[in-house]
T-cell receptor, first 114, second 112 residues
């Protein structure tokens, strides 16, 4: 069964600190993996995409990693800001058919406190 | 501005009273879908559409209907809402060839 699991479920950190969110997946055949940010009361927005051949990709203070062998990804946030408070959702794309199917993780709720 | 627009943003209704949540996108995307988001369960797909007049069930389709008469619009219909359909609903669209989904602002539905 295709599954995406994220940890931790929630996280509280102080402003300026770093944090790392984890995503483990059992998906086949794998196409790519995206991290989305969902602000409270808004729809998710894509932060970054990781394909099979990529190990690391940065988007400002966000750095995503992918280990295709162990089927794990992480999202590292550097020098956190209050605006980073949000839910972060890992979404893995499964190849097949006319278009890929998206498998959603349940998200990690991050709270950045002053 | 490229966007997915849902209406209404908030809706409180009574059990059994039919309702429609509208969704429109201006990006000429072929693929549109509806999700519900519940605490601890994440986003679950209700229905999706690969093109005009082509719709199919997602993972949790019971109690919902959709239609795709035009490429830009994909309304979600609850013929007889029940309290277990109280949830946060999102419409999303994307191109076939790209896996980035663009989401609407969400509709928070409460059925009493």
């Amino acid at each position: 069964k295709n599954q995406v699991e994220q940890s931790p479920q929630s996280l509280i950190i102080l402003e300026g600190k770093n944090c790392t969110l984890q995503c483990n997946y059992t998906v086949s055949p794998f196409s790519n993996l995206r991290w989305y940010k969902q602000d409270t009361g808004r729809g998710p927005v894509s932060l970054t995409i990781m394909t099979f051949s990529e190990n690391t990709k940065s988007n400002g203070r966000y750095t995503a990693t992918l280990d295709a062998d162990t089927k794990q990804s992480s999202l590292h946030i550097t020098a956190s800001q209050l605006s980073d408070s949000a839910s972060y959702i890992c979404v893995v794309s499964v190849m097949g058919g006319a278009t890929n199917k998206l498998i959603f993780g349940t998200g990690t709720l991050l709270a950045v406190q002053p | 501005e490229a966007q997915v627009t849902q209406n209404p943003r908030y809706l409180i209704t009574v059990t059994g009273k039919k309702l429609t949540v509208t969704c429109s996108q201006n990006m000429n995307h072929e693929y549109m879908s509806w999700y519900r988001q519940d605490p601890g369960l994440g986003l679950r797909q209700i229905y999706y559409s690969m093109n005009v007049e082509v719709t199919d069930k997602g993972d949790v389709p019971e109690g919902y209907k959709v239609s795709r008469k035009e490429k830009r619009n994909f309304p979600l219909i609850l013929e007889s809402p029940s309290p277990n359909q109280t949830s946060l609903y999102f419409c999303a669209s994307r191109l076939f060839s790209v896996t980035e989904a663009f989401f609407g602002q969400g509709t928070r539905l409460t059925v009493v």
